[in-house]
Each structure stands twice: as structure tokens, then as C-alpha cells.
């Protein structure tokens, strides 16, 4: 699990994403990503001018089923594939892309949290 800025509700307002954030966008959505309506928090007395207030988690939940212990003990390539196909795209990413299009969260936090992951 991670965690996200939240926008702050006092100072929320719609916004044309930059370049790179629909770039991004495309890849976790394809085309669906031009008619998502996205916020960001513009900065107010209340948030401190950061345009976010509080923090969220984002998460994947992998349940260890017998398919996947017998992976394991074949080894990490074999479980990496099975938790995969468990996981079937509920991924934290995926939740994160969908606390953006909720407009909790930014495309920009939703891609820090994403470069968390990769590493």
C-alpha cells in the first residue's frame, strides 16, 4: 500500500493534464483518457497553498491460494505469472487511476505513487 494527497475540497477545480500526465493517462486507460474530467487543488488558506489536505491509501490485495503457494515453490518467475493472472489488473496502480478519475487524487500523485512501485 501507498499513499496519496488528497485535494483539498476548499480549493478544487478541474484542469487540462500536462503532456507527460496524458501520456501516462493513455497508457493505464487508452482513449478513454481524453474524456476524463480531472482536478487539482489550486492552493488556499486552507491546505497552505499545497492545493492537497490529508492522504489516502491506494492498494493491492494479493490472497495466497493454494495455486499461488504451489508457485512459490517453483520458484519467482512462476509466481510473479500467477499472482498476475490473480490479481487480473487490480492492481495499486489501477486503484490510484481510479482515485483520479474519483477526483480524491491528482494524475501527478497517482504517477509518483507508480514510480514507488516500479522500483
Known amino acids: 500500500q501507498r499513499l496519496v494527497r488528497v485535494i483539498c475540497p476548499a480549493c478544487k ?18 482513449e478513454a483518457a481524453g474524456s476524463a474530467a480531472l482536478s487539482h487543488g489550486r492552493g488556499c488558506s486552507q491546505c ?21 503457494a504451489d508457485a512459490l515453490n517453483k520458484g519467482n518467475a512462476e509466481f ?4 498476475r493472472l490473480q490479481l487480473a489488473g487490480k492492481t495499486m496502480r489501477s486503484h490510484a487511476v481510479a482515485r483520479v478519475l474519483a477526483g480524491d487524487t491528482t494524475v ?3 504517477m509518483r505513487v507508480s514510480a514507488q512501485i516500479d522500483e
Open 48 to 68: 497552505n497553498m499545497s492545493g492537497y489536505a490529508g492522504r489516502e491509501a491506494v492498494y493491492e490485495l494479493l490472497e495466497m491460494t493454494p495455486v499461488l
Open 108 to 110: 501527478a500523485e497517482a
Open 80 to 83: 510473479s505469472r500467477a499472482a
Open 13 to 30: 477545480t478541474t484542469y487540462t493534464p500536462e503532456p507527460i500526465e496524458t501520456v501516462w493517462l493513455r497508457q493505464e486507460l487508452g
